[in-house]
């Protein structure tokens, strides 16, 4: 029997061997493997991985890096692959935390939503939130999704939520937080003010589409509940 398919690219990806992580890839498409299945089978939960890895201190800054910026170039690749189906008229601004593995994790949704007939912009790391909020009043967009929050953000994204909902820039958006802190910390979409939290990639087109346009209203605070542990993804 053959190694499965993420053990077959996660080898290769924590030595940082783009070549072989590539190839990996290739070979997957040929043999008629879904993009989709490539993506959130195989190179996210390697992205999970790489990231638990790093944060229990079991691979250094240079395999971390390595490591994301094959992700980064293997999403690229898969992007091109990916159907794309009919328009819904839905519109998504997903933006990330300033890091390189969640940048991978938002790219890939962003892509995700496009195959699915959204409007899709992917703003990256790094903009100011005056800027965000410019372009959430000129895209108006249906939702917008803060991704891979980190710990030391958590106080900066409730403050954007509470400027946006004060300003009441595109009112019937809705604001979905996944990733990141959010994933580890039960509530925590809550505390910040976000509409709704979606947790697994597979779920993401399902659960969003399903949100009705938000009505307007005082903002609900919920609590933190204590941590969960992640579930271990299969080497």
Same mark, same amino acid.
């Given at each position: /029997? ?29 043999? $008629? ?17 790489? !990231? ?8 250094? %800054?240079?395999?971390?890096? /390595? ?5 980064? @170039?293997?999403?690229?690749? +898969?992007?091109?692959? &990916?159907?794309?189906? !009919? ?39 790094? =903009?100011?939130? $005056?800027?965000? +909020?410019? &372009?959430? *009043?000129? +895209?108006?967009?249906?939702?917008? /999704?803060?991704? *891979? ?12 939520? !509470?400027?946006?909902? !004060?300003?009441?820039? #595109?009112? @019937? /958006?809705? %604001? ?8 580890? =910390? ?15 990639? #597979? ?33």
């Amino acid at each position: /029997m053959s190694e499965p398919l993420l053990t077959r690219y996660l080898q290769p990806l924590l030595a940082g061997r783009r070549a072989e992580c590539f190839d990996v890839v290739h070979q997957a498409l040929k043999e $008629d493997i879904s993009p989709e299945k490539i993506a959130f089978d195989v190179v996210w939960p390697a992205m999970i991985q790489v !990231e638990r890895l790093f944060r229990d201190d079991r691979i250094d %800054i240079a395999i971390n890096n /390595m490591a994301s910026r094959i992700n980064r @170039t293997v999403t690229d690749q +898969l992007q091109a692959h &990916l159907p794309r189906r !009919e328009a819904t008229g839905l519109r998504i601004i997903v933006s990330c935390a300033d890091d390189e593995r969640e940048a991978v994790g938002g790219q890939m949704l962003a892509d995700l939503f496009q195959s699915n007939g959204w409007e899709s912009y992917y703003l990256g790391a790094g =903009v100011p939130d $005056d800027e965000l +909020l410019k &372009l959430v *009043g000129r +895209l108006r967009p249906d939702v917008l /999704m803060i991704y *891979g929050t980190q710990p030391s953000e958590v106080p900066g994204a409730r403050r954007f939520v !509470e400027l946006i909902r !004060e300003i009441g820039v #595109c009112q @019937t /958006m809705n %604001i979905v937080a996944s990733g990141g802190v959010f994933n580890r =910390v039960d509530g925590l979409w809550q505390e910040v003010g976000a509409d709704a939290f979606v947790a697994e990639p #597979c779920d993401v087109i399902s659960q969003v589409s399903a949100l009705p346009p938000r009505i307007p209203g005082p903002r609900k605070l919920g609590i933190v509940k204590k941590r969960r542990r992640r579930r271990k993804v299969a080497v």
